[in-house]
């Protein structure tokens, strides 16, 4: 059974930082493109940051220089590093594993991030 269980979240003020993990339970997680994506009250979900099987990362525009996304194979587990953070980075964030063999795509249940003074 493929889990994915996020932890790291919580309040922070301005300025402040949040690191936020992701457990991979049930998958290869070497086959996988992982990436975090966040979802504020009443809007879509969109992508924070990726990061291919070969360790290539991709950011949105918004997070670049404050972001940094990476994982570690021996724990099965993905990072954001959320540094500089800023009221609109307040949103529910989730993290992904999809595929690169089957295009299976795997969510996990959101972690909360508040940031406000």
């Known amino acids: 059974q493929v889990q994915l269980v996020e932890s790291g979240g919580g309040l922070v003020q301005p300025g402040g930082s949040l690191r936020l993990f992701c457990a991979f339970f049930?998958?290869?997680?070497?086959?996988?493109?992982l990436g975090w994506y966040r979802q504020a009250p009443g809007q879509q979900r969109d992508l924070v940051a990726r990061?291919?099987?070969?360790?290539?990362?991709n950011y949105a525009e918004s997070v670049k220089g404050r972001f940094t996304i990476s994982r570690d194979h021996a724990k099965n587990t993905v990072y954001l590093q959320m540094n500089s953070l800023k009221p609109e980075d307040t949103a529910a964030y989730y993290c992904d594993a999809l595929s690169i063999v089957t295009r299976s795509d795997y969510w996990g249940q959101g972690t909360q991030v508040a940031v406000s003074s």
């Open positions: 049930g998958i290869n997680f070497a086959h996988y493109i």
């Open positions: 990061i291919t099987d070969g360790g290539g990362t």
